[in-house]
């Protein structure tokens, strides 16, 4: 298992030369939000689809 730093290293690399500070943050801040989602898979945090259609549906105007 990687650490932060290693895995910060590790996208740095692969972003293109000429990538803005905000263009990298971007990618750490998306690459986090999909790591707590997959931890929250695997923690059993998740909605079924159902579940989920019956809470949008207070939001959604017919």
Known sequence: MQ?????V?????VLP?????EEIQYH???RQKVQRGLQDVEEGRIYSQEKV?????????E
């Open 3 to 7: 650490t932060a730093k290693q895995e």
């Open 9 to 13: 290293i590790e996208l740095i690399k």
């Open 17 to 21: 030369d000429n990538s803005t500070l």
């Open 28 to 30: 750490l801040y998306v």
């Open 53 to 61: 259609e019956k809470r949008m549906g207070k939001w959604v105007l």
